[in-house]
Protein backbone atom coordinates (compact mmCIF):
# COMPACT_ATOMS: atom_id res chain seq x y z
CA UNK A 1 0.00 0.00 0.00
CA UNK A 2 3.05 2.60 0.99
CA UNK A 3 4.41 1.58 -2.57
CA UNK A 4 1.01 2.38 -4.20
CA UNK A 5 0.90 5.92 -2.67
CA UNK A 6 4.28 6.56 -3.27
CA UNK A 7 3.49 6.12 -7.52
CA UNK A 8 0.56 8.18 -7.08
CA UNK A 9 2.73 11.23 -5.51
CA UNK A 10 5.40 10.23 -8.03
CA UNK A 11 2.65 10.28 -10.99
CA UNK A 12 1.26 13.57 -9.59
CA UNK A 13 4.86 14.91 -9.38
CA UNK A 14 5.47 14.95 -12.88
CA UNK A 15 3.49 18.28 -14.31
CA UNK A 16 3.62 16.90 -17.66
CA UNK A 17 1.57 13.62 -17.26
CA UNK A 18 -0.01 15.36 -14.37
CA UNK A 19 -1.42 17.81 -17.21
CA UNK A 20 -2.35 14.51 -19.20
CA UNK A 21 -4.59 12.98 -16.92
CA UNK A 22 -6.59 16.12 -16.00
CA UNK A 23 -6.84 17.17 -20.04
CA UNK A 24 -7.98 13.59 -20.18
CA UNK A 25 -10.28 13.43 -17.52
CA UNK A 26 -12.02 16.70 -18.48
CA UNK A 27 -12.61 15.01 -22.14
CA UNK A 28 -14.21 12.17 -20.57
CA UNK A 29 -16.62 14.12 -18.57
CA UNK A 30 -17.24 16.26 -21.76
CA UNK A 31 -18.10 12.59 -23.55
CA UNK A 32 -20.43 11.32 -20.61
CA UNK A 33 -22.18 14.64 -20.41
CA UNK A 34 -22.84 14.40 -24.00
CA UNK A 35 -24.54 10.87 -23.27
CA UNK A 36 -26.89 12.34 -21.42
CA UNK A 37 -28.13 15.23 -24.19
CA UNK A 38 -31.55 14.28 -25.54
CA UNK A 39 -32.38 14.70 -29.90
CA UNK A 40 -34.43 17.60 -30.21
CA UNK A 41 -37.72 16.73 -30.80
CA UNK A 42 -37.80 13.20 -28.72
CA UNK A 43 -39.56 12.87 -25.37
CA UNK A 44 -37.14 11.09 -23.25
CA UNK A 45 -40.04 10.32 -20.88
CA UNK A 46 -41.92 8.01 -23.82
CA UNK A 47 -38.07 6.24 -25.05
CA UNK A 48 -38.81 2.61 -24.77
CA UNK A 49 -35.65 0.48 -24.13
CA UNK A 50 -34.82 -1.41 -27.07
CA UNK A 51 -31.07 -3.08 -26.00
CA UNK A 52 -31.58 -6.50 -27.58
CA UNK A 53 -29.40 -8.59 -30.19
CA UNK A 54 -27.29 -5.70 -31.76
CA UNK A 55 -28.68 -2.92 -30.36
CA UNK A 56 -27.44 -3.89 -26.82
CA UNK A 57 -23.90 -4.40 -28.24
CA UNK A 58 -24.14 -0.62 -29.40
CA UNK A 59 -25.97 0.46 -26.30
CA UNK A 60 -23.33 -1.24 -24.12
CA UNK A 61 -20.37 0.41 -25.97
CA UNK A 62 -21.79 3.89 -25.75
CA UNK A 63 -22.97 3.91 -22.04
CA UNK A 64 -26.15 3.97 -22.85
CA UNK A 65 -26.09 6.75 -24.94
CA UNK A 66 -28.00 4.63 -27.94
CA UNK A 67 -31.22 3.64 -25.49
CA UNK A 68 -31.43 7.44 -24.44
CA UNK A 69 -31.37 8.54 -28.07
CA UNK A 70 -28.63 11.52 -26.88
CA UNK A 71 -26.99 13.36 -29.58
CA UNK A 72 -23.82 11.15 -29.37
CA UNK A 73 -26.11 8.49 -30.02
CA UNK A 74 -23.83 6.62 -32.62
CA UNK A 75 -20.88 7.25 -30.74
CA UNK A 76 -17.52 6.55 -32.19
CA UNK A 77 -18.81 3.12 -33.62
CA UNK A 78 -18.93 4.32 -37.23
CA UNK A 79 -15.34 5.71 -37.35
CA UNK A 80 -14.56 2.16 -35.76
CA UNK A 81 -17.03 0.90 -39.00
CA UNK A 82 -14.64 3.14 -41.10
CA UNK A 83 -11.47 2.35 -39.82
CA UNK A 84 -11.88 -1.49 -40.33
CA UNK A 85 -12.89 -1.03 -43.89
CA UNK A 86 -10.00 0.69 -44.79
CA UNK A 87 -7.78 -1.91 -42.72
CA UNK A 88 -9.14 -4.52 -45.04
CA UNK A 89 -8.59 -2.24 -48.09
CA UNK A 90 -5.16 -1.97 -47.44
CA UNK A 91 -4.60 -5.49 -48.03
CA UNK A 92 -7.13 -6.55 -50.78
CA UNK A 93 -6.50 -3.01 -53.04
CA UNK A 94 -3.15 -2.21 -54.45
CA UNK A 95 -3.91 1.38 -54.75
CA UNK A 96 -4.26 1.02 -50.59
CA UNK A 97 -1.21 -1.05 -50.50
CA UNK A 98 0.59 1.53 -52.35
CA UNK A 99 -1.03 4.28 -49.84
CA UNK A 100 0.36 2.68 -46.76
CA UNK A 101 3.96 2.58 -47.53
CA UNK A 102 4.06 6.05 -48.89
CA UNK A 103 4.99 6.76 -44.79
CA UNK A 104 3.85 9.43 -43.32
CA UNK A 105 1.85 11.55 -46.39
CA UNK A 106 0.29 7.88 -46.80
CA UNK A 107 -1.19 7.78 -43.26
CA UNK A 108 -2.66 11.21 -44.06
CA UNK A 109 -4.61 10.63 -47.21
CA UNK A 110 -5.47 7.07 -45.69
CA UNK A 111 -7.30 9.19 -42.67
CA UNK A 112 -8.66 11.49 -44.51
CA UNK A 113 -10.41 9.02 -46.58
CA UNK A 114 -11.45 6.99 -42.77
CA UNK A 115 -13.10 10.11 -41.86
CA UNK A 116 -14.89 11.27 -44.86
CA UNK A 117 -15.88 7.23 -44.87
CA UNK A 118 -17.11 7.70 -41.35
CA UNK A 119 -19.41 11.00 -42.31
CA UNK A 120 -21.16 8.47 -45.00
CA UNK A 121 -21.40 5.10 -42.42
CA UNK A 122 -22.70 8.13 -39.96
CA UNK A 123 -25.58 9.17 -42.25
CA UNK A 124 -26.66 5.80 -43.17
CA UNK A 125 -26.89 4.59 -39.39
CA UNK A 126 -29.05 7.61 -38.70
CA UNK A 127 -31.68 6.70 -40.54
CA UNK A 128 -31.86 3.22 -38.65
CA UNK A 129 -31.37 5.12 -35.49
CA UNK A 130 -34.39 7.33 -36.27
CA UNK A 131 -36.24 4.12 -37.90
CA UNK A 132 -35.50 2.75 -33.61
CA UNK A 133 -36.88 5.50 -32.05
CA UNK A 134 -41.36 4.26 -31.37
CA UNK A 135 -43.16 6.81 -32.48
CA UNK A 136 -44.83 8.27 -29.26
CA UNK A 137 -41.18 9.49 -28.57
CA UNK A 138 -40.84 11.79 -31.39
CA UNK A 139 -43.04 15.36 -30.71
CA UNK A 140 -42.14 17.06 -34.21
CA UNK A 141 -42.67 16.44 -37.82
CA UNK A 142 -41.57 12.98 -38.66
CA UNK A 143 -39.40 14.59 -42.06
CA UNK A 144 -38.38 17.49 -39.94
CA UNK A 145 -37.20 15.25 -37.19
CA UNK A 146 -35.50 13.01 -39.54
CA UNK A 147 -33.31 15.57 -40.98
CA UNK A 148 -32.19 17.22 -38.47
CA UNK A 149 -31.18 14.14 -36.49
CA UNK A 150 -28.79 12.81 -39.09
CA UNK A 151 -27.57 16.15 -39.17
CA UNK A 152 -26.85 16.01 -34.96
CA UNK A 153 -25.81 12.58 -35.04
CA UNK A 154 -23.30 12.99 -37.50
CA UNK A 155 -22.22 16.01 -35.71
CA UNK A 156 -22.22 14.24 -32.52
CA UNK A 157 -19.92 11.31 -34.33
CA UNK A 158 -17.59 13.75 -35.43
CA UNK A 159 -16.74 15.66 -32.22
CA UNK A 160 -16.78 12.30 -30.20
CA UNK A 161 -14.26 11.58 -32.92
CA UNK A 162 -12.30 14.88 -32.28
CA UNK A 163 -12.69 14.18 -28.50
CA UNK A 164 -10.74 10.79 -28.80
CA UNK A 165 -8.01 12.43 -30.97
CA UNK A 166 -7.29 15.24 -28.36
CA UNK A 167 -7.54 12.39 -25.59
CA UNK A 168 -4.38 10.91 -27.75
CA UNK A 169 -2.60 13.86 -28.27
CA UNK A 170 -3.15 16.22 -25.17
CA UNK A 171 -3.96 12.93 -22.68
CA UNK A 172 -3.29 9.38 -21.65
CA UNK A 173 -3.55 6.25 -23.46
CA UNK A 174 -5.81 5.62 -27.59
CA UNK A 175 -8.37 8.41 -27.28
CA UNK A 176 -10.74 6.15 -29.27
CA UNK A 177 -10.20 3.14 -27.13
CA UNK A 178 -10.70 5.09 -24.29
CA UNK A 179 -14.07 6.29 -25.01
CA UNK A 180 -15.37 2.95 -25.62
CA UNK A 181 -14.16 1.74 -22.25
CA UNK A 182 -15.74 4.47 -20.88
CA UNK A 183 -19.06 3.87 -22.00
CA UNK A 184 -18.54 0.13 -21.33
CA UNK A 185 -17.33 0.82 -17.40
CA UNK A 186 -19.64 3.35 -16.67
CA UNK A 187 -22.45 0.20 -16.43
CA UNK A 188 -19.99 -1.65 -14.15
CA UNK A 189 -21.73 0.08 -10.84
CA UNK A 190 -25.03 -0.29 -11.94
CA UNK A 191 -24.54 -3.65 -12.88
CA UNK A 192 -22.85 -4.63 -9.78
CA UNK A 193 -25.39 -2.40 -7.90
CA UNK A 194 -28.16 -5.17 -9.78
CA UNK A 195 -26.90 -8.38 -9.19
CA UNK A 196 -26.43 -7.52 -5.30
CA UNK A 197 -29.59 -6.29 -5.03
CA UNK A 198 -30.66 -9.81 -6.90
CA UNK A 199 -29.28 -11.63 -4.75
CA UNK A 200 -30.37 -10.30 -1.20
CA UNK A 201 -28.76 -11.15 2.08
CA UNK A 202 -29.36 -14.73 1.70
CA UNK A 203 -27.15 -14.74 -1.41
CA UNK A 204 -24.15 -12.39 -0.56
CA UNK A 205 -22.02 -15.49 -0.05
CA UNK A 206 -22.75 -16.17 -3.82
CA UNK A 207 -21.93 -12.56 -4.71
CA UNK A 208 -18.86 -12.82 -3.35
CA UNK A 209 -17.82 -15.90 -4.87
CA UNK A 210 -19.07 -13.99 -8.25
CA UNK A 211 -16.71 -11.10 -7.29
CA UNK A 212 -13.70 -13.86 -6.92
CA UNK A 213 -14.77 -15.36 -10.36
CA UNK A 214 -14.53 -12.19 -11.97
CA UNK A 215 -11.44 -11.33 -10.98
CA UNK A 216 -9.84 -14.33 -11.61
CA UNK A 217 -11.46 -14.27 -15.15
CA UNK A 218 -10.30 -10.66 -15.79
CA UNK A 219 -6.45 -11.92 -14.44
CA UNK A 220 -6.52 -14.54 -17.17
CA UNK A 221 -7.61 -12.25 -19.67
CA UNK A 222 -4.63 -10.10 -18.85
CA UNK A 223 -2.64 -13.15 -19.23
CA UNK A 224 -3.89 -13.76 -22.38
CA UNK A 225 -3.39 -10.41 -23.43
CA UNK A 226 0.28 -10.20 -22.54
CA UNK A 227 0.97 -13.36 -23.43
CA UNK A 228 4.10 -13.61 -26.50
CA UNK A 229 6.14 -16.06 -27.89
CA UNK A 230 9.81 -14.73 -28.17
CA UNK A 231 11.88 -15.61 -31.26
CA UNK A 232 15.68 -14.86 -31.18
CA UNK A 233 17.24 -12.63 -33.84
CA UNK A 234 20.65 -12.33 -33.79
CA UNK A 235 22.33 -9.43 -35.65
CA UNK A 236 25.81 -9.99 -37.90
CA UNK A 237 29.05 -8.37 -36.42
CA UNK A 238 29.74 -4.63 -37.91
CA UNK A 239 32.65 -3.53 -38.65
CA UNK A 240 33.31 0.63 -37.89
CA UNK A 241 36.54 2.52 -39.19
CA UNK A 242 39.03 0.40 -37.22
CA UNK A 243 36.76 -1.20 -34.49
CA UNK A 244 34.71 -4.71 -34.68
CA UNK A 245 31.16 -4.34 -32.98
CA UNK A 246 29.89 -7.49 -31.94
CA UNK A 247 26.34 -8.46 -33.10
CA UNK A 248 23.35 -7.95 -31.21
CA UNK A 249 20.88 -10.37 -29.78
CA UNK A 250 16.90 -9.78 -29.96
CA UNK A 251 13.79 -10.91 -30.55
CA UNK A 252 10.65 -11.19 -32.44
CA UNK A 253 7.78 -10.91 -29.72
CA UNK A 254 4.84 -12.93 -31.10
CA UNK A 255 1.67 -12.22 -29.26
CA UNK A 256 -0.51 -15.29 -28.52
CA UNK A 257 -3.79 -13.51 -29.37
CA UNK A 258 -2.37 -11.26 -32.42
CA UNK A 259 -5.57 -10.62 -33.41
CA UNK A 260 -7.13 -8.86 -30.14
CA UNK A 261 -11.08 -8.12 -29.97
CA UNK A 262 -11.64 -8.02 -33.75
CA UNK A 263 -12.65 -11.81 -33.97
CA UNK A 264 -15.37 -11.29 -31.77
CA UNK A 265 -16.75 -8.11 -33.31
CA UNK A 266 -16.43 -9.94 -36.66
CA UNK A 267 -18.34 -13.03 -35.12
CA UNK A 268 -20.82 -11.18 -33.17
CA UNK A 269 -21.99 -9.14 -36.41
CA UNK A 270 -22.59 -12.44 -38.29
CA UNK A 271 -24.31 -14.01 -35.50
CA UNK A 272 -27.39 -11.71 -36.08
CA UNK A 273 -27.77 -13.24 -39.61
CA UNK A 274 -29.27 -16.04 -38.94
CA UNK A 275 -32.32 -14.80 -36.92
CA UNK A 276 -32.69 -11.83 -39.34
CA UNK A 277 -32.72 -14.46 -42.47
CA UNK A 278 -35.34 -16.80 -40.61
CA UNK A 279 -37.85 -14.09 -39.47
CA UNK A 280 -38.72 -14.06 -43.40
CA UNK A 281 -39.61 -17.15 -43.55
CA UNK A 282 -41.37 -17.36 -40.40
CA UNK A 283 -44.61 -17.22 -40.57
CA UNK A 284 -45.15 -20.84 -42.54
CA UNK A 285 -41.56 -22.76 -41.92
CA UNK A 286 -41.09 -24.26 -38.47
CA UNK A 287 -37.32 -24.98 -39.37
CA UNK A 288 -37.51 -21.04 -39.91
CA UNK A 289 -38.92 -20.07 -36.49
CA UNK A 290 -36.59 -23.10 -35.05
CA UNK A 291 -33.53 -21.31 -35.96
CA UNK A 292 -34.72 -17.92 -35.50
CA UNK A 293 -35.87 -18.34 -32.27
CA UNK A 294 -32.37 -21.02 -31.23
CA UNK A 295 -30.32 -17.70 -32.52
CA UNK A 296 -31.95 -15.15 -31.42
CA UNK A 297 -31.16 -16.65 -27.39
CA UNK A 298 -27.27 -16.10 -27.26
CA UNK A 299 -27.77 -18.91 -24.24
CA UNK A 300 -28.43 -21.54 -26.20
CA UNK A 301 -25.22 -24.04 -26.80
CA UNK A 302 -26.38 -24.27 -30.48
CA UNK A 303 -25.37 -20.19 -31.00
CA UNK A 304 -22.60 -20.69 -28.67
CA UNK A 305 -21.00 -23.03 -30.83
CA UNK A 306 -21.35 -21.87 -33.69
CA UNK A 307 -19.95 -18.23 -32.20
CA UNK A 308 -17.13 -20.29 -30.88
CA UNK A 309 -16.22 -21.44 -34.01
CA UNK A 310 -16.60 -18.46 -36.31
CA UNK A 311 -14.18 -16.36 -33.59
CA UNK A 312 -11.58 -19.61 -34.45
CA UNK A 313 -11.74 -18.82 -38.07
CA UNK A 314 -11.77 -15.10 -37.63
CA UNK A 315 -8.58 -15.24 -35.59
CA UNK A 316 -6.96 -16.82 -37.95
CA UNK A 317 -7.78 -14.54 -40.51
CA UNK A 318 -6.83 -12.23 -39.07
CA UNK A 319 -3.99 -13.05 -37.53
CA UNK A 320 -2.41 -13.67 -41.10
CA UNK A 321 -4.11 -10.30 -42.98
CA UNK A 322 -2.44 -8.37 -39.33
CA UNK A 323 1.26 -10.37 -39.11
CA UNK A 324 3.07 -10.97 -42.44
CA UNK A 325 5.52 -12.83 -42.17
CA UNK A 326 7.72 -12.58 -45.37
CA UNK A 327 7.40 -8.85 -44.58
CA UNK A 328 9.34 -9.94 -41.70
CA UNK A 329 11.96 -12.39 -42.79
CA UNK A 330 12.76 -9.58 -45.24
CA UNK A 331 12.92 -7.20 -42.93
CA UNK A 332 15.36 -9.22 -41.03
CA UNK A 333 17.53 -10.31 -44.18
CA UNK A 334 17.88 -6.49 -44.76
CA UNK A 335 18.65 -5.17 -41.56
CA UNK A 336 21.65 -8.10 -41.26
CA UNK A 337 19.72 -9.91 -38.66
CA UNK A 338 18.75 -14.03 -38.49
CA UNK A 339 17.14 -16.42 -36.58
CA UNK A 340 20.06 -18.93 -35.04
CA UNK A 341 19.51 -22.31 -36.98
CA UNK A 342 17.14 -21.10 -40.29
CA UNK A 343 18.17 -19.35 -43.27
CA UNK A 344 17.01 -16.00 -43.90
CA UNK A 345 14.45 -15.46 -46.34
CA UNK A 346 12.04 -18.23 -47.27
CA UNK A 347 13.20 -20.55 -44.72
CA UNK A 348 12.69 -17.92 -42.27
CA UNK A 349 9.38 -16.58 -43.30
CA UNK A 350 7.95 -20.68 -42.84
CA UNK A 351 9.38 -20.65 -39.84
CA UNK A 352 7.77 -17.50 -38.51
CA UNK A 353 4.79 -18.98 -39.78
CA UNK A 354 4.80 -22.00 -38.57
CA UNK A 355 5.13 -20.60 -35.11
CA UNK A 356 2.91 -18.33 -35.03
CA UNK A 357 -0.28 -20.96 -36.51
CA UNK A 358 0.75 -22.74 -33.59
CA UNK A 359 0.52 -20.11 -31.21
CA UNK A 360 -2.40 -19.30 -32.68
CA UNK A 361 -4.79 -22.03 -31.98
CA UNK A 362 -4.57 -21.49 -27.92
CA UNK A 363 -5.18 -18.37 -27.96
CA UNK A 364 -8.05 -18.61 -30.34
CA UNK A 365 -9.57 -21.52 -28.44
CA UNK A 366 -9.29 -19.46 -24.90
CA UNK A 367 -10.77 -16.20 -26.75
CA UNK A 368 -13.69 -18.26 -27.95
CA UNK A 369 -13.99 -19.66 -24.14
CA UNK A 370 -13.62 -15.99 -22.95
CA UNK A 371 -16.30 -14.79 -25.83
CA UNK A 372 -18.87 -17.26 -24.69
CA UNK A 373 -18.69 -17.24 -20.78
CA UNK A 374 -20.88 -14.19 -20.33
CA UNK A 375 -23.87 -16.98 -21.71
CA UNK A 376 -22.33 -19.60 -19.30
CA UNK A 377 -22.77 -16.51 -15.99
CA UNK A 378 -26.36 -15.88 -17.43
CA UNK A 379 -27.25 -19.56 -17.31
CA UNK A 380 -25.59 -20.10 -13.57
CA UNK A 381 -27.69 -17.19 -12.41
CA UNK A 382 -26.13 -14.15 -13.15
CA UNK A 383 -28.37 -11.10 -14.03
CA UNK A 384 -27.80 -9.70 -18.09
CA UNK A 385 -25.93 -6.85 -17.09
CA UNK A 386 -23.40 -7.82 -14.56
CA UNK A 387 -22.81 -11.15 -16.74
CA UNK A 388 -21.13 -9.04 -19.49
CA UNK A 389 -18.14 -8.58 -17.76
CA UNK A 390 -17.58 -11.71 -17.32
CA UNK A 391 -16.13 -11.94 -20.97
CA UNK A 392 -16.81 -11.27 -24.32
CA UNK A 393 -15.91 -8.24 -26.45
CA UNK A 394 -16.12 -5.46 -23.22
CA UNK A 395 -14.17 -7.55 -20.86
CA UNK A 396 -11.06 -7.83 -23.68
CA UNK A 397 -11.13 -3.84 -24.54
CA UNK A 398 -11.43 -2.82 -21.02
CA UNK A 399 -8.22 -4.93 -20.39
CA UNK A 400 -6.49 -3.83 -22.79
CA UNK A 401 -6.97 -0.16 -22.74
CA UNK A 402 -6.15 -0.06 -19.17
CA UNK A 403 -2.82 -1.76 -20.26
CA UNK A 404 -2.12 0.54 -22.77
CA UNK A 405 -2.59 3.67 -20.35
CA UNK A 406 -0.78 1.78 -17.50
CA UNK A 407 2.27 1.60 -20.06
CA UNK A 408 2.14 5.06 -21.20
CA UNK A 409 2.13 6.40 -18.00
CA UNK A 410 4.84 3.39 -16.79
CA UNK A 411 7.40 5.33 -19.34
CA UNK A 412 6.82 8.69 -17.75
CA UNK A 413 8.23 7.21 -14.38
CA UNK A 414 10.56 5.16 -15.73
CA UNK A 415 12.13 8.55 -18.11
CA UNK A 416 11.86 10.75 -14.77
CA UNK A 417 14.05 8.14 -13.05
CA UNK A 418 11.47 7.01 -10.87
CA UNK A 419 10.02 3.57 -9.97
CA UNK A 420 7.78 1.83 -12.38
CA UNK A 421 4.03 0.75 -11.20
CA UNK A 422 5.40 -2.74 -11.08
CA UNK A 423 8.18 -4.25 -8.81
CA UNK A 424 9.24 -7.12 -11.86
CA UNK A 425 7.92 -7.65 -15.12
CA UNK A 426 7.27 -5.70 -18.03
CA UNK A 427 3.81 -3.65 -18.86
CA UNK A 428 2.49 -4.35 -22.86
CA UNK A 429 -0.72 -3.02 -24.44
CA UNK A 430 -2.21 -3.66 -27.41
CA UNK A 431 0.14 -1.64 -28.88
CA UNK A 432 3.12 -3.23 -28.81
CA UNK A 433 4.29 -3.76 -32.34
CA UNK A 434 6.88 -6.32 -33.84
CA UNK A 435 10.13 -5.75 -32.65
CA UNK A 436 12.57 -4.91 -35.51
CA UNK A 437 15.80 -2.78 -36.09
CA UNK A 438 15.89 -1.46 -39.42
Partial sequence: ?????TTLKNIWAIEDLRVRILNTLGFIAIFRLGSFVVLP????NQLQANTGGLFGLLDTFLGGAFSNASIFALGIMPYISASIVLQLLTIAVP??????KEGESGRKKINQITRVLTIVITLAQAIGFVATINAEAIVINTTLFTITSMIVLTSGTIFCMWLGEKITDKGIGNGISMLIMI???SRFPGAIVAEFLSKQLSGALLFIFEIAVLFFVVMSVVM???????????????VGGNSLYSGQR??????VNAAGVMPI?????????????????ADSNDTANYIGSTFSDFTSWQYNLVFGLMILLFTYFYTAISVNPNQIADDLKRSGGFIPGVKPGRTTSEYIDTILTRI????????????IFPAIAMLLGVTREFSQFFGGTSLIIMVGVVLDTLQQIESYLLMRHYDGMMKSGKLRGRTENIAMVS
Fill in 265 to 281: IFAQSLMFLPSMIASIW
Fill in 183 to 185: GII
Fill in 250 to 255: QFIPLK
Fill in 41 to 44: GVDP
Fill in 224 to 238: LTQAIRRIPVQYAKQ
Fill in 1 to 5: MKKFI
Fill in 95 to 100: YFQKMQ
Fill in 360 to 371: TLPGAIYLALVA
